[in-house]
């Protein structure tokens, strides 16, 4: 091996963490009032890995996280956000068809790559934050699913960070600014072509690993992850709420032809273990060796206590054996925890 897989790259220190999008009210309307009530909530049941993003409600997220998490002791939770997308000020972006609807934050976005760019965003996200350090760095949906690139231009965003945000992002690991960088990506291109160019740690895996969809991830993204030492946390297990009942499918607009009759083997099979089947795709992402750590998005406190409990249910062997069985999952798919391979 050479010398990038033989490093020791920075490990999470916490396998359950908490989500911003909710609380960047891409979903509906949250209140400021009610998302304290949350972070409270996720705080005092013992969260301590809080992944934000500038994306999420437009710098809201990052506000709302700051405004609980600036008074806590730094050095006793974990906080990650993204890069790639800086806000610039603007009076006309609030409107019912844009990205965040319900969000207040009157800003606009640019995408910038560049080892600048990077430095201005967390910057900026720290002082939204109201805090001195972030502790990974996730260049934010470099992929080909992101719906404000034009066909293919996310290779040329690509080539831009090779350049500017991947050196920089290793440079301020270097200086002590960061703990890790990784990408926070939906599709698995981009952090095959991440390991293959640069020396990232860590990736938020979204939309990439669940009940519904997981395939290519035990056998592509899994033996490259290990290879090289860095390690996943894993975002979207719940399809963006479509396990737990929801009418949508992760982020885009559409809801693909086989994921109704895929949930519904699945929830029969649930109930037939009394197995709370929300409860089983959150856990089935915390098992594979890989997963440092799971970030479901709370809204409210009940969620937060719900997501807490799931992970300390007991669930039969005989209910990962029949989905299986009936080829709804993977054969190779780990049904209970491992411990991360050292590189």
Known sequence: MNSKENKKHYQLPHDFGMGGV???NEFEPVTDEEAHETLKTAWDEGVRYYDVAPWYGLGLSERRYGYFLHNKPREEYVISS???KLLKASKNVVTEKGPFPFSPSPNSVTFDYSA????RSIEDSLQR???DSLDIAYVHDLSSDNPLFKEGEWLEHFEVAKKGAFPELTKMREEGIIKGWGLGVNTPEPIMKALDVADPDIFLFAAQYSLMDHENAIEEIFPAIRKHGASLVMGS?????YLSG???YNYG????DFAHEKREKLRKIAAAHNVDLRTAAL???SFPDVATAIVPGMHTPQQVKENLASMKTKIPADFWQELKDEKLIHQDAPTENQVLTEA
């Open 22 to 24: 909710s609380l960047g």
């Open 82 to 84: 993204k890069v790639g």
């Open 116 to 119: 600048s760019g990077i430095r």
């Open 129 to 131: 934050l109201g805090i």
């Open 237 to 241: 297990n719940l399809n963006a709420g």
């Open 246 to 248: 929801s009418d949508r």
């Open 253 to 256: 607009p559409k809801i693909p």
């Open 283 to 285: 856990q089935f992402a």
